[in-house]
């Protein structure tokens, strides 16, 4: 059996580390040859995270096809998101929950997509349909990216089953309590102060064809929305930087406080009234808005800026 990589999207984020790790250690225990690979530098809490369960961060790759002819995708599908030549690489196996955009193969493959809060909480079922036991470090990292999907079970694309899901890992896992080590880990991805401007709007960033129009969407959390808004105007420079770079017409930066599951957008590029219709509610003058219980770019962000741009 040839060689596979299996990875999560571009600027990676927890689940897309985590789900990889999952996927390759489930793969090879059903007879694959599979490797974890990552797409990007991990972010702070993902460093965490590894960190705490003393496992080692996957290698970054920019290119499969050097490696490889057959690769696998978590938590993406869509092509902008994924490695630099998926076009010369054939997609064995998806396992996704996000909205399935702009995907086509030429030959038929495995694909499975839930609308579960977390890629994880799929692979967790994955495992129990398998009756692969999943190890306690493992169990801890799922766990963990549960947590950061779904901001400790209060996002609004949070089931049941992503609940029960995480009540189990962490059972397996080495968490004695589960709130606290959830804090604690969503903490240690809020710290900005020393990030560069770049490294804010792009360290969770995701790029969508929405219409006629290439648009970046940016996340980055946070315990003080004031840790951005201080620092709007340097960060719309940036925003504007990439657009230019990266023909981009549209560029939203979602900052959203973890504690209280609150948001910020700051808007940069064209149309914006796009972005009003979608939230019915108007820009200030520094292009920027109150989202008071937007914490989801793919439930709250994507689909209603999506219905309107199509």
């Known amino acids: 059996m040839t060689k596979e990589l299996v990875f999560g999207h571009k600027v990676p984020d927890t689940d897309a580390i985590v789900a990889a790790k999952a996927y390759a250690y489930l793969q090879n225990k059903k007879g694959y040859d599979v490797e974890a690979v990552a797409l990007g530098e991990m972010n702070d809490e993902t460093k965490f995270v590894l960190d705490y369960f003393n496992e080692k961060a996957p290698r970054i790759v920019e290119t499969g096809s050097n490696e490889v002819n057959q690769v696998m995708l978590v938590d993406h599908n869509e092509p902008q998101q994924s490695i630099s030549d998926i076009d010369k690489l054939e997609v064995t196996h998806v396992v996704d ?35 692969i036991e999943i190890p306690a470090e493992l169990a801890g990292m799922m766990a963990s990216a549960i947590i950061s999907d779904t901001l400790l079970l209060k996002s609004p694309t949070t089931t ?46 995701k790029s969508f064809n929405l219409g006629s129009k290439k ?52 808007v940069v590029g064209e149309p914006k009234e796009s972005v009003e219709k979608a939230f019915n509610k108007s820009l200030d003058e520094n292009d920027m808005m109150d989202l008071p219980g937007v914490v989801s770019r793919k439930k709250q962000v994507v689909p209603p800026l999506t219905d309107i741009m199509n």
Do not use: W
């Not at 909205?99 to 129990?128: H, M, Q």
């Not at 995480?166 to 604690?184: H, P, R």
């Open 97 to 131: 929950h996000h909205r399935i955009s702009n995907f086509d193969t030429s030959v038929p493959l495995f694909y499975l997509a839930k609308p579960y809060g977390c890629t994880s909480t799929i692979l967790y079922e994955e495992f129990n349909r398998f009756g």
């Open 160 to 205: 049941k089953y992503d609940e029960d899901a995480l009540n189990e890992l962490v059972k397996i896992s080495k968490i004695d309590d589960l709130q606290e080590y959830g804090i604690q880990m969503l903490k240690a991805g809020t710290n900005v102060e020393s990030k560069s401007d770049s490294d804010i709007i792009l360290g969770d960033a």
């Open 215 to 266: 648009v970046t969407i940016g996340q980055v959390n946070v315990v003080d929305l004031t840790d951005i808004t201080k620092r709007a105007n340097d960060l719309k420079v940036a925003m504007k930087s990439d657009n230019d770079k990266n023909s981009s017409d549209l560029f939203l930066l979602i900052a959203t406080n973890v504690l209280d599951s609150d948001s910020k957008l700051i």
